[in-house]
Antibody, heavy 117, light 114 residues
Framework: EVQLVESGGGLVKPGGSLRLSCAAS????????MSWVRQAPGKGLEWVGR??????????DYAAPVKGRFTILRDDSKNTLYLQMNSLKTEDTAVYYC????????WGQGTLVTVSS | DIVMTQTPLSLSVTPGQPASISCKSS???????????LYWYLQKPGQSPQLLMY???NRFSGVPDRFSGSGSGTDFTLKISRVEAEDVGVYYC???????????FGGGTKVQIK
């Protein structure tokens, strides 16, 4: 069974940093393109970014609001996806989901990030 | 970015009755490879989103056949032939054709049971 488990969320002050993790199991992680999607409280879904598999170049694309502040990383030896978030703003407050591919086939349960002073 | 517009914002449906959700994109979602990159997701209350339909009309694994998707170019529709209680939640359409990649979602349609 494909499973994605996010962790690392919490309360952080504006300007701070946080790193989220997404532990993957049940599929060949190193072949998978992976995405992050967020959802602000009571709002809709917003794509954050996607990283390709290393065999396809390992590069990442980002949504405009996070480009230059967020970095998507992967450790295929640990079957883990990361989202490094720097220079956090209050508007980054959201539940962050990881998901498989650009089609977003399978989603994790999400982890809440709250940016507040 | 491609803008995705869903209507209606909410829908209240009697069990057993049909429901229909519209999604319009600001640009054609038809790729030169012949595929149309339009997806539908359902987020049930308190849960993560789940994929329902991919490339307009293909049901994802385990999705009941009362769900169907149609449309082309910029106009798309998700239909539920007979709504059941388990279908409540917020439905989102999404496009993935834009390059450089920039997935965008519609604003969502909340489906409730009367």
């Amino acid at each position: 069974e494909v499973q994605l488990v996010e962790s690392g969320g919490g309360l952080v002050k504006p300007g701070g940093s946080l790193r989220l993790s997404c532990a993957a199991s049940g599929f060949t992680f190193n072949n998978a393109w992976m995405s992050w999607v967020r959802q602000a409280p009571g709002k809709g879904l917003e794509w954050v970014g996607r990283i390709k598999s290393k065999t396809d170049g390992g590069t990442a694309d980002y949504a405009a609001p996070v480009k230059g502040r967020f970095t998507i990383l992967r450790d295929d030896s640990k079957n883990t996806l990361y989202l490094q978030m720097n220079s956090l703003k209050t508007e980054d407050t959201a539940v962050y989901y990881c998901s498989t591919g650009s089609m977003l086939l399978v989603w994790g349960q999400g982890t809440l990030v709250t940016v507040s002073s | 970015d491609i803008v995705m517009t869903q209507t209606p914002l909410s829908l209240s449906v009697t069990p057993g009755q049909p429901a229909s959700i519209s999604c319009k994109s600001s640009q054609s979602l038809l790729h030169s490879d012949g595929k149309t990159y339009l997806y539908w997701y359902l987020q049930k209350p308190g849960q993560s989103p789940q994929l329902l339909m991919y490339e307009v009309s293909n049901r994802f694994s385990g999705v009941p056949d009362r769900f169907s998707g149609s449309g082309s170019g910029t106009d798309f529709t998700l239909k539920i032939s007979r709504v059941e209680a388990e279908d409540v939640g917020v439905y989102y359409c999404m496009q993935s054709i834009q390059l450089p990649l920039a997935l965008t979602f519609g604003g969502g349609t909340k489906v409730q049971i009367k």
